[in-house]
């Protein structure tokens, strides 16, 4: 079975920050990833797929790379609303990263 | 606008059955497989399976095959997730979600607001 695995999986930052988040699977899964954003007590929303592909309306500061089994998540200047927890996901075998925590420093 | 709108909250007893719909609306509801993915307190997202509302095929998780069963209702745009005999750690949030690419295994694109099943005797 594939394995995702997130890294950090808390992140303490301050508005403005530049923010990247790691997801690694435990084998190859091409380009076949996809990030979402959760907040308390609400539907995760997604925000990249095939690894760098950003949903359309989603703000540009986010962005998604990488290939094979190591995959980035980067928020460009992390702004309020974006204080929350994100979950990658391999689509190939709907296996989900365990997720990370962005809070406030 | 496209949306998913689940069921409300259920609390059941250990060992009873809970059934949780999510109606479709603002696309072509044959058109788009449907994802179950579930949340206990606390936890990450756990992939239950998908249906597929064209004509009926699943593919369940293997930790949830014995005990999962997803149907659909086309003249209601809705789907059913029904788990069998609940145990206390089935105690979670449930989401449907529509597939991304459509009548294919893939991201989640769209997803309802989640039904709470507690499970308590």
């Known amino acids: 079975d594939i394995q995702m695995t997130q890294s950090p999986s808390t992140l303490s930052a301050s508005v403005g920050d530049r923010v990247t988040i790691t997801c690694r699977a435990s084998q190859s899964i091409s380009i076949w990833l996809a990030w979402y954003q959760q907040k308390p007590g609400k539907a995760p929303k997604l925000l990249i797929y095939?690894?760098?592909s950003l949903k359309s309306g989603v703000p540009s500061r986010f962005s998604g790379s990488g290939s094979g089994t190591e995959f980035t998540l980067t928020i460009s200047s992390l702004q309020p609303d974006d204080f929350a927890t994100y979950y990658c996901?391999?689509?190939?075998?709907?296996?989900f990263g365990q997720g990370t925590k962005v809070e406030t420093k | 606008q496209v949306q998913l709108v689940q069921s409300g909250a259920e609390v059941e007893k250990p060992g009873a059955p809970v059934k949780v719909s999510c109606k479709a609306s603002?696309?072509?509801?044959?058109?788009?497989?449907i994802h179950w993915v579930r949340q206990a307190p606390g936890q990450g997202l756990e992939w239950m399976g998908w249906i597929n509302p064209n004509n009926g095929d699943t593919n369940y998780a293997q930790k949830f095959h014995a005990w999962v069963t997803m149907t659909r209702d086309t003249s209601i745009s809705t789907v059913y997730m029904e788990l069998s005999s609940l145990r206390s750690d089935d105690t979670a949030v449930y989401y449907c979600?529509?597939?991304?690419?459509?009548?294919?295994?893939?991201?989640?694109?769209?997803w309802g607001q989640g039904t709470t099943v507690t499970v308590s005797s």
């Open positions: 603002g696309y072509t509801f044959t058109g788009y497989y």
């Open positions: 979600a529509r597939d991304g690419f459509g009548l294919a295994a893939s991201f989640m694109d769209v």
């Open positions: 095939k690894a760098s």
């Open positions: 996901q391999d689509y190939n075998s709907e296996t």
